[in-house]
């Protein structure tokens, strides 16, 4: 599974490279809902793939910050 694998990849990371990845990734999703107000988006399901990414990165994060 893609995510699976997708998971175990940024569970390799440290806390500062997760930071890094969430601050892309809001980013990412600023720039997304910004164009789909203007309608300029296609593919509008990438919004809720990057909300999730960003939900992944930020319980990742928890974790290890617990666990430490």
């Known amino acids: 599974m893609k995510t699976k694998k997708y998971v175990e990849e940024l569970r390799g990371k ?3 490279q997760l930071k890094e990845d969430l601050v892309t990734f809001k980013k990412e999703l600023f720039n997304l809902r910004f164009q789909n107000a203007t ?4 593919n509008t399901a990438r ?3 990057v909300r999730k990414n960003v939900a992944r990165v930020q319980t990742i994060i928890t974790q290890k910050e617990t666990t430490v």
């Open 39 to 42: 309608n300029q988006l296609d």
């Open 47 to 49: 919004i809720k793939e």
């Open 14 to 16: 440290n806390v500062e």
